[in-house]
């Protein structure tokens, strides 16, 4: 599996683009480790990168004189789906605290609740952060029906939290 730049996601559509982050935050699981808080942050260079495009996008078919008429059609479906990445980037956001203390916890004087807690909010802002990808996905792909919001969209598989390290 690849590993993602947000330079790498410059030659695709927003769709693919939006697939190729999906697919690199579940082939990439964020670890209860120092090494998840380099995880988390990759991920967050990713989700801020396509937010800015699909911002940078719609913002193009708004006001750029030369802009095309599908340039133009394309802005209510970039700016929904910025919005679900702008969430997909807070959640990834959140989910740094609990991977911090997860990897500053010592297995010896850790207590289980807070282990447990923090895994607990870890998987939530984890899986919350696929669900507005895939809403994000499917502003691209579906058209707005007049004067409604679009149906949230199926949520993706979520990987198992990172199991905790047996205390004896």
Excluded: N
């Amino acid at each position: 599996m690849h590993t993602y730049k947000p330079t790498d996601l410059d030659d695709m559509t927003m769709a693919e683009a939006i697939d190729a982050v999906i697919a690199d935050l579940l082939h990439h699981p964020v670890a209860a480790s120092p090494h998840g808080v380099f995880t988390v942050l990759r991920h967050i260079d990713l989700l801020c990168h396509l937010t800015a495009r699909a911002v940078g996008d719609a913002h193009f078919g708004l006001a750029c004189e030369h802009a095309d008429p599908a340039d133009q059609e394309r802005v209510e479906p970039l700016g929904r789906a910025a919005a679900h990445l702008g969430r997909a980037t807070a959640h990834y956001t959140l989910a740094l605290a609990p991977v911090i203390a997860l990897s500053k916890s010592d297995a010896r004087s850790a207590k289980r609740l807070d282990v447990f807690d923090a895994l607990s909010q870890l998987t939530k802002q984890v899986h919350d952060a696929l669900l507005a990808l895939s809403d994000a996905r499917t502003c691209l792909s579906t058209s707005l029906p007049p004067g409604g919001q679009a149906a949230p969209a199926a949520p993706p598989s979520v990987p198992a939290p990172p199991a905790a390290k047996p205390r004896h």
